[in-house]
């Protein structure tokens, strides 16, 4: 199986600032076929179901506003969150669906000061 | 638009059964394969059990394979999970989602339900 491994657990920031949240896999998730990796980026709010953000490493899902940004290759992964507002308060999960079974991140609770 | 409806959770004992079921509409149910997500409370995401549109391929997290089944029924445009000796662990949010395909690539998961609460105690 894919291990995830998310860091931090959990961070404050002010409004404004940039987060970066990291994702490690056990596993290369990129595609030897099509040159992608198969990882998903994901936000859930306090009492609402997870919401994509960012698929295939790198590409935002439609609406998701240019502040999120997601990065990285192979087994490295990273999601950017410039001027962070208070609306982005949530915890962030990273997910690979490179193989089954799929696997999440254990997640990153983001405060704001 | 996209909607996903679970329902069928509940209290129930240790040991026992329970079948949860995920109504589907606003698409074409029988063009996506599906899956059942779980968040026990204060933890994160666990991905349960994954089936095709068609029932071809079925996959199960080894926490769950040999007591639950995924199924479905695109007639109904319903996903079932068919839960059995039931342990406290297994208390969680259930969430249906649909595997989502751009352009032929798994992109993930672009849609989940509400959920349905399991919680499993004597």
């Known amino acids: 199986d894919i291990v995830m491994t998310q860091s931090p657990s959990s961070l404050a920031v002010s409004a404004g600032e940039t987060v970066t949240i990291n994702c490690k896999s056990s596993?290369?998730?990129?595609?030897?076929?099509?040159?992608?990796?198969?990882l998903a980026w994901y936000q859930q709010k306090p009492g609402q179901s997870p919401k994509l953000l960012i698929y295939l490493a790198s590409t935002r899902e439609s609406g998701v506003p240019d502040r999120f940004i997601g990065s990285g290759s192979g087994t490295d992964f990273t999601l950017t969150i410039s001027s962070v507002q208070a609306e982005d308060l949530a915890d962030y999960y990273c997910?690979?669906?490179?193989?089954?079974?799929?696997?999440f991140g254990s997640g990153t609770k983001l405060e704001i000061k | 638009e996209v909607q996903l409806v679970e329902s069928g959770g509940g209290l129930v004992q240790p040991g026992r059964s329970l079948k949860l079921s995920c109504v589907a509409s606003g698409f074409t149910f029988s063009n996506y394969g599906m899956n059942w997500i779980r968040q026990a409370p204060g933890k994160g995401l666990e991905w349960v059990a994954y089936i095709s549109s068609g029932s071809s391929y079925i996959y199960y997290a080894e926490t769950v394979k040999g007591r639950f089944t995924i199924s479905r029924d695109n007639a109904k445009n319903t996903l079932y999970l068919q839960m059995t000796s039931l342990r406290s662990e297994d208390t969680a949010l259930y969430y249906c989602?649909?595997?989502?395909?751009?352009?032929?690539?798994?992109?993930?998961?672009?849609?989940w339900g509400q959920g349905t609460l399991v919680t499993v105690s004597s």
């Open positions: 997910q690979q669906h490179y193989s089954y079974p799929l696997t």
């Open positions: 596993q290369s998730l990129l595609s030897s076929g099509n040159q992608k990796n198969y």
């Open positions: 989602a649909r595997r989502d395909v751009y352009y032929g690539l798994s992109v993930g998961f672009a849609y």
